[in-house]
């Protein structure tokens, strides 16, 4: 078990900054990866980046060049820095903790546990 629980979000105006905080109750070392999604009004929740155990990172190609999400283990806490921010980044942004499982020689993330979300608004 583990619980996530996120802060940093707000109101921003566009080609502003914000950063998302993400604390676990435990240790984040043994997860294989974390990540940040989110879920604008009215569609589905989408990855937006993740980080694995070994500190390699992706990226929705969206948020490429402008988001950077990173993690101090000491303090078991991930981050998701976001510059440059657009209208279309609004959404409510949600933490994971996602488990890696390998398949046919594919790699795949099933999320095992989910923060509260916190709500991201950017005015035009």
């Known amino acids: 078990q583990v619980q996530l629980v996120e802060s940093g979000g707000g109101l921003v105006q566009a080609g502003g900054s914000l950063r998302l905080s993400c604390a676990a109750s435990?240790?984040?070392?043994?997860?294989?990866?974390m990540g940040w999604y989110r879920q604008p009004p009215g569609k589905q929740r989408e990855l937006v980046a993740r980080?694995?155990?070994?500190?390699?990172?992706n990226y929705a190609d969206s948020v490429k060049g402008r988001f950077t999400i990173s993690r101090d283990t000491a303090k078991n806490t991930v981050y998701l820095q976001m510059n440059s921010l657009k209208p279309e980044d609004t959404a409510v942004y949600y933490c994971?903790?996602?488990?890696?499982?390998?398949?046919?020689?594919?790699?795949?993330?099933?999320?095992?546990?989910w923060g509260q979300g916190t709500q991201v608004t950017v005015s035009s």
């Open positions: 980080i694995t155990t070994g500190g390699g990172t």
């Open positions: 994971s903790a996602d488990r890696r499982t390998i398949s046919a020689g594919s790699v795949y993330y099933t999320t095992d546990y």
């Open positions: 435990r240790s984040i070392f043994s997860i294989n990866a």
